[in-house]
Every structure is written in structure tokens, then in C-alpha cells.
């Protein structure tokens, strides 16, 4: 496989749920081994996450990046507290 084919591959982890896609590599120029992988996870529309991972994360390569461990999906936002108030109107009319 090409460095150009393994960036923008899906990302699945060890429990097989799509993550994000490779972003980028970082490779030791010493050996030419691949050291780090950047992920980029998909947040929602508008927003993404990167995160960087080390290469002995990876299990497979193929048609999918299959990482030998899970990323936790980030925790869904806590439900606003419902708070009661009192408006006091006071009618200060002259006449």
C-alpha cells in the first residue's frame, strides 16, 4: 500500500465502530518506520477532533485501519437543570 492510499482510510476500532480516517504519518527518518498516525474524528458537522495514536496501536491495514484498542466516543452532553424562578412585578404608579 502507498502513503497516498493510507491517508483518509477509515479508522475502526478494536470493537469495529468507524472512529475518524487518517489524517496524517509520522515516520522515524532513521529507519523509515511509521511512528504515529493522527486520526481525525468526526465530532459532528461542523467540528472535528484530532488525536495521535501510536503505530503499535494498529492491528491491520487494509481496507480499513483496525486499531487494537477501543477510543471511547466522546460523552454525550448532560441535560440542562431545570430551575424555577419567581418574577416579582412591583407597580410603583403615582397619581
Do not use: H, W
Not at 465502530?17 to 504519518?25: A, L, M, P, Q, S
Not at 527518518?29 to 465530532?43: A, V
Not at 472535528?48 to 492491528?59: L, P
Request: aromatic content about 6%; glycine content about 4%; cysteine-free.
Amino acid at each position: 500500500m502507498k502513503i497516498r492510499e493510507f491517508l483518509g482510510s477509515t479508522v475502526l476500532d478494536k470493537n469495529a465502530y468507524e472512529v475518524g480516517k487518517v489524517d496524517d504519518i509520522d515516520f522515524n527518518p532513521e529507519t523509515g518506520e511509521i511512528e504515529i498516525i493522527t486520526l481525525t474524528l468526526q465530532k459532528n458537522i461542523f467540528s472535528k477532533d484530532e488525536i495521535e495514536i501510536s503505530f503499535d496501536d494498529v492491528a491491520t491495514i487494509g481496507a480499513y485501519v483496525i486499531l487494537n484498542k477501543e477510543i471511547p466516543k466522546e460523552t454525550e452532553p448532560e441535560e440542562a437543570e431545570t430551575v424555577e424562578a419567581t418574577i416579582e412585578v412591583e407597580d410603583d404608579e403615582e397619581e
